[in-house]
């Protein structure tokens, strides 16, 4: 600590404390009481002289001999108030001066009991101290590094829980500092050590300074990566290390408005604005190389920022680091932005989609399924979502360009949620009249309906299994899923239906009175259209368990019990005429009903041409990629069965 003149001495005590309230002495007054204050001040402070100690075997008075540290402190404050005194009465006193030398020599211990308190907490985050890889290494798997990000932590609530204990003395010596005018040498004391703290432990959470260049040359793996790290990041620093080290700098400095404002400001600002400007590097990165897998994590930082407001609001309240509020405001800015960007190069996406891609068997499409997970996931960040929305209705699709009927908004017109339900139900739109025109690639009329069952009930079920019911609304669901039925039975028609017309009944066989010649003939005819309607639709997929059960089900009560009745009837003659008379029924009615009951498997499917995978066959042909100009101009659709 610098040596003080006498005056620069007393101008800084007399300037930073009030006067004493007790009454001024007159020039007569006795001085015997002071010199008592000021011998057993001495007797204290010169013991605790740190001239005598070395750095290397520093005794710790706070963290050693509680007692004699608080009668340390009392006895600077009682000497103080007697400096107060002699400065008013007698400036020029030899009193004072030794008073002087005394709390010169108090003022070095303090500082140096205040550092070695503070070095403590320091300690627990030495690198030996704590149990966690440096962050450039934490890339091998996830499980690892949610171990470092827990260990970290783990040490952080470890720290301030030593601050906890220490925080008595911290306050007792900042406040005695402080009164004797060396407010300065404590507040950067103190500033000293926190800061490290602050700073090391948002670098060992994995939070970094990316500048733009550098971030859009980082490969999208590894910007995933710093995002994970950084949602565990945010968790650790808003619920343990920002909201502490304020509560400590509040405790430590509680005599001083000024000192708690700014040693939070600068322990805490840089670090901040580290932590919170990430989200906006990465969002302008993402912006410009939109893709519909990125918009997730956008979305996470998104939720974990807004989540957060409040407390960083109220953590980062004082005027003099409204830059974190603003970076925080800021970054959530630039991630609407774009996410708004992604959501609309979904939808181009799922417009400009022009494969050739044909899945065997009428079976569910690669892009039903891949839209409608990212769909679902999106309806996962609804609240989020309503948000960015609301504050750009001109990114919303016009509700006239939506079907009649086709959706039915029960909110007040305008509202978030109503906007998000028509921004789901247009993108389900697009991609149903995407899949409307791929039906158009079967020849028979029977696979395009039974491709548009199979893909519309992938997607109603979708949607009834996640949060897209309760935005969509139950009427939407119940529309839909009795459109499935209506594709389902023109499949029906179309498929099975000329098979059922053939099919003789008993109510003929009486009526007509039919031989068992003609039976013959009936029977024989029957036989082979059976077998070319079952090789036909050999090849045919129902993914969904319900529906195939369903349809199933729907084909045998067409057709079983009318062959039945048939079989009944003339069973008794094919069994008097046998084989020698050229008649034999070929299928009983369990077999119909076990040929029945092995449709829409796909067993037909044969050919190695085709890549088959768990409920799902396809066959790729050549693939047309959509250039610049075929972007669409306007949002209308062409949507010939939906």
Known sequence: MRSKSGFSFFSKITSSRKRPSFSIPSKSYD???????????????????????????FYSLFCES?????????????????????????????????????MQIAMKR?????????????????????????????????????????SVGDSIIEVEEVSKNSRTELKSIAECMISAGYAKECANTYKSIRKSIVDESIYRLGVEKISSSKAKKMPYEVVELKTKRWIEAVKVSMKTLFISEKTLCDEVFESSAS??????????????????????????????????????????????????????????????ISAVRTQAHSS??????????????????????????????????????????????????????????????????????????????????????SELKVRFAWLILVLLCKIDGKAEMYKEFSMQYLFLTNNLQHVVSRARSTNLKQLLGDDWITRHFEKVKQFARSYERLAWDPLVSMCPTISTCETVGMSNEEAKMQSEKFNE??????????????????????????????????????????????????????????????????????????????????????????????????????????????????
């Open 66 to 102: 509680k007692r004699e540290a608080k009668k340390f402190v009392r006895r600077v404050k009682e000497l103080q108030n007697a400096m107060d005194l002699l400065i008013r009465e007698d400036p020029s006193s030899d009193h004072l001066l030794r008073a002087q030398r005394l």
């Open 259 to 320: 000192l708690r404002e700014s040693c939070f400001r600068d322990i805490s600002k840089e670090g901040a604005l580290l932590l919170f400007g990430f989200p906006e590097t990465v969002a302008v990165r993402d912006k410009k190389n939109p893709h519909m897998e990125k918009i997730f994590p956008l979305l996470d930082m998104y939720c974990m920022i807004t989540e957060n407001l409040l407390a960083i609001e109220a953590i980062f309240s004082f005027p003099s």
């Open 529 to 642: 259209s059976f077998e070319k309607t079952c090789e036909a639709q050999s090849e045919c997929v129902i993914p969904d368990l319900k529906l195939l059960d369903e349809m199933r089900m729907s084909i045998r009560r067409k057709l079983l019990p009318i062959y039945r009745d048939f079989y009944n009837a003339h069973r008794n003659a094919v069994m008097l005429i046998g084989k020698e008379g050229g008649w034999n029924i070929r299928y009983t009615p369990e077999d119909i009903e076990y040929r029945l009951s092995e449709l829409f498997t796909g067993k037909g499917i044969s050919d190695n041409r085709y890549v088959c995978m768990e409920d799902l066959c396809v066959v790729r042909t050549a693939t047309t990629t959509g250039s610049l100009s075929c972007r669409r101009k306007t949002r209308s659709l062409s949507c010939r069965r939906f």
């Open 31 to 57: 001085f015997s009481g002071i010199d008592k204050t000021i011998d057993n001040a001495a007797e204290i402070i010169e013991k605790w002289n740190t001239e005598y100690v070395s750095s290397n075997n």
């Open 110 to 150: 303090l500082q140096k009991e205040f550092l070695q308190i503070l070095s403590m907490n320091r300690a627990h985050l030495d690198p030996e101290s704590v149990s966690t890889r440096s962050p450039t290494s934490v890339v091998s798997n996830d499980e690892g590094a949610w171990h470092d990000y827990r």
């Open 332 to 417: 959530l800015t630039r991630l609407s932005e774009s996410i708004l960007s992604h959501l609309a190069e979904f939808e181009s996406e799922i417009r400009k989609d022009t494969s050739k891609t044909m899945v065997r068997g009428g079976g569910v499409h690669p892009m039903t399924i891949s839209v409608m997970d990212h769909i679902s996931r999106l309806s996962e960040y609804s609240s989020s979502l309503m948000d960015i929305l609301d504050g750009s209705p001109s990114s919303s699709p016009d509700k006239s360009m939506l079907p009649k009927s086709y959706f039915n908004v029960t909110e007040s017109e305008g509202s978030p949620s």
